[in-house]
């Protein structure tokens, strides 16, 4: 892996920073690369020596903050009978995350880059799911591990768009509760039918 330049790593941070700041403001769509350069005090031929546009740069700052998630703490080795856990643990580690982003999530799924970050968060989500199912499911065909964790992370991402559409009117607390909800039923089901026969 290439080592990435202190004074770059550093321009890094000021650009995300800047831009973290005008979205908490504005819509995306409503950015200006000038804008994000005179926030972060970067200049404009620095933003496009490492940027094609504003578009590139979104990716890039959400791959930076996504990849910040930590995940490497959860359940390393779920089972018919932590299964509940595990996924309770991975709903709030990325619940958290989009509370704390709220403004973000809310101003990117409504932009014209909304399937570019849509895509984004669905590999992250999906590919957690694989990789713990395939723990659980060893004796189960790839194609349906796969299916399955499509199914879980659509579900996460159709609440996640939900919440950040209605953050002043619905506590965090509420999104957690509703989700055990579901992991309790989902778990049951699981442990009941879909353990033992798929």
């Not at 000038?34 to 979104?58: G, M, P, Q, W």
């Not at 009117?169 to 957690?176: K, Q």
């Not at 309790?184 to 089901?189: A, C, H």
Request: hydrophobic fraction near 40%; aromatic fraction near 16%.
């Amino acid at each position: 892996m290439e080592k990435i330049d202190v004074r770059v790593k550093k321009t890094y941070s000021q650009l995300i920073d800047g831009f973290l700041k005008l979205l908490k403001e504005k819509s995306f769509d409503n950015i200006s690369v000038s804008e994000i350069c005179e926030e972060a005090d970067v200049h404009r031929a620095t933003f496009y020596k490492h940027f094609n546009d504003k578009y590139e740069f979104l990716s890039f700052c959400l791959d930076t903050l996504l990849n910040d998630v930590d995940i490497d703490h959860l359940i390393v080795e779920p089972s018919p009978d932590n299964v509940k856990v595990c996924c309770s643990e991975f709903v709030n580690v990325i619940f958290n995350f989009i509370h704390k982003y709220h403004y973000i999530f809310k101003s990117v799924f409504t932009s014209k880059q909304s399937i570019t970050f849509n895509a984004h968060l669905d590999e992250m989500i999906t590919n957690f799911c694989i990789d713990k199912m395939q723990l659980v499911l060893a004796n189960l065909p790839s194609y349906k591990v796969q299916m399955l964790a499509n199914f879980y992370s659509g579900a996460v991402i159709g609440v996640a768009k939900w919440y950040v559409n209605n953050y002043e009117e619905c506590p965090i607390e509420d999104v957690y509760t509703f989700f055990e909800h579901r992991i309790n039923e989902i778990s049951m089901y699981y442990k009941e039918n879909m353990y033992p026969y798929i």
